[in-house]
């Protein structure tokens, strides 16, 4: 049974960082699919994806130089680091998972989802 959990969320003030954490259990350790999408109030939003084992990684423009994503092999868990965050990243976090994944910024991509953790950022 796949189960994806995520931890770390909270409320920051602007400029302040946080670190995310996607705990994957019942999924290989590599070449999986594993993605960060929010959800704020009428957008959803792919943030940050990593392709296991070889950790190519894709982020968005809109938080390029700000997040980035690592990988423990040992505990299959995925990290997004926030930096540097903004009012505008305040949203529900989402880890996904995947093995057969065209469109990597596609939501219905993805077979596995987590329970979503809360981000808010006040300025």
């Known amino acids: 049974q796949v189960r994806l959990v995520e931890s770390g969320g909270g409320s920051v003030q602007a400029g302040g960082s946080l670190r995310l954490e996607c705990a994957a259990s019942?999924?290989?350790?590599?070449?999986?699919?594993m993605a960060w999408f929010r959800q704020a109030p009428e957008k959803r939003e792919g943030v940050a994806i990593l392709?296991?084992?070889?950790?190519?990684?894709w982020i968005a423009n809109s938080v390029e130089g700000r997040f980035t994503l690592s990988h423990d092999t040992t505990e299959n868990t995925v990290y997004l680091q926030m930096n540097s965050l903004k009012p505008e990243d305040t949203a529900l976090y989402y880890c996904?998972?995947?093995?057969?994944?065209?469109?990597?910024?596609?939501?219905?991509?993805?077979?596995?989802w987590g329970q979503g953790t809360q981000v808010t950022v006040s300025s």
């Open positions: 996904a998972a995947g093995q057969r994944v065209t469109g990597v910024w596609s939501a219905g991509a993805y077979d596995y």
């Open positions: 019942g999924l290989p350790t590599e070449h999986i699919y």
């Open positions: 392709y296991t084992g070889v950790n190519l990684t």
